[in-house]
C-alpha cells in the first residue's frame, strides 16, 4: 500500500531537548511538507521541500529544522529553540509543490513534559 | 496575497438535513482547489478537487463542491449528512504560480442525531 507513514504517534519533550519526528513516504512524490496544527488555527506551513536536497522556510520555520537526504524521507527536528512546541504535526506529500493533491499523513502529536 | 476564508467555524446540523460549508479564496487567477475532511487525532483526507473543466465536481461519501469564479468561492455541499461526516473539514488552494498552499481554519461539523 502507497503511503505516507508518520513516527512516533505520540512523542515527548523534555525542557532545552532536541526531537525528530519522523515522515517516510513510497508514493515516489517529489514535494514533501511539514504542517503544525493548533486547535483553531488550521494548517500552518513549517518547512516544504520541493526536491531532494532543498528544502524551503515555510510561515513558522522557527525553532525547526529538516533535511531531505532522500527522496523518500522528510525528517523534522523540534529544536529547544521552539518555546512552545505542543501541537499536533502532519507530514505531506504531493508531485509538484502546491500543484497536485496533497496527501497526509497521520500525524504526531508531541507534548512537553 | 493569497488566502483562503472559511467564514464558519462551528456547524451544527441534524442528521438527514442537507449542509453546506463555505469557502472563499484572494486569488487573480483560477486556482487549483481542494477540501480535506479530517477526523480528530487523524490526518487529512481529500474529498474532492478542481482543477478545470466542469464547475461542479462531485467527490467521495457522497459530497459535491461547485466553483463560481465570479464569486472566488468554491462551496461544499452534501444533500443529507450521516453522524459520521462529523468532523472539520478543511478549503485549500494550490496552483501553477504558487510555491505552497493555502489553507483555511477550518470548519467543525457537529451532527445531532
Known amino acids: 500500500d502507497g503511503g505516507i507513514t508518520q513516527s512516533p504517534k505520540y512523542l515527548f519533550r523534555k525542557e532545552g531537548q532536541n526531537v525528530t519526528l519522523s515522515c517516510e513516504q513510497n508514493l515516489n512524490h517529489d514535494a514533501m511538507y511539514w504542517y503544525r496544527q493548533d486547535p483553531g488555527q488550521g494548517l500552518r506551513l513549517i518547512y516544504y521541500?520541493?526536491?531532494?536536497?532543498?528544502?524551503q522556510k515555510g510561515d513558522i520555520a522557527e525553532g525547526y529544522s529538516v533535511s531531505r537526504e532522500k527522496k523518500e524521507s522528510f525528517p523534522l527536528t523540534v529544536t529547544s529553540a521552539q518555546k512552545n512546541p505542543t501541537a499536533f504535526y502532519l507530514c505531506?506529500?504531493?508531485?509538484?509543490?502546491?500543484?497536485?493533491?496533497?496527501?497526509f499523513g497521520a500525524g504526531t502529536r508531541l507534548s512537553v513534559l | 496575497a493569497q488566502s483562503v476564508t472559511q467564514p464558519d467555524i462551528h456547524i451544527t446540523v441534524s442528521e438527514g438535513a442537507s449542509l453546506e460549508l463555505r469557502c472563499n479564496y484572494s486569488y487573480g487567477a483560477t486556482p487549483y482547489l481542494f477540501w480535506y475532511v479530517q477526523s480528530p487525532g487523524q490526518g487529512l483526507q481529500l474529498l474532492l478537487k478542481?482543477?478545470?473543466?466542469?464547475?461542479l465536481v462531485q467527490g467521495i461519501k457522497g459530497f459535491e463542491a461547485e466553483f463560481k469564479r465570479s464569486q472566488s468561492s468554491f462551496n461544499l455541499r452534501k444533500p443529507s449528512v450521516h453522524w459520521s461526516d462529523a468532523a472539520e473539514y478543511f478549503c485549500a488552494v494550490g496552483g501553477f504560480n504558487f510555491n505552497k498552499f493555502y489553507f483555511g481554519s477550518g470548519t467543525k461539523l457537529n451532527v445531532k442525531p
Open positions: 505531506a506529500s504531493s508531485i509538484q509543490v502546491a500543484k497536485n493533491i496533497q496527501y
Open positions: 478542481y482543477f478545470s473543466g466542469d464547475t
Open positions: 521541500s520541493q526536491i531532494v536536497n532543498d528544502f
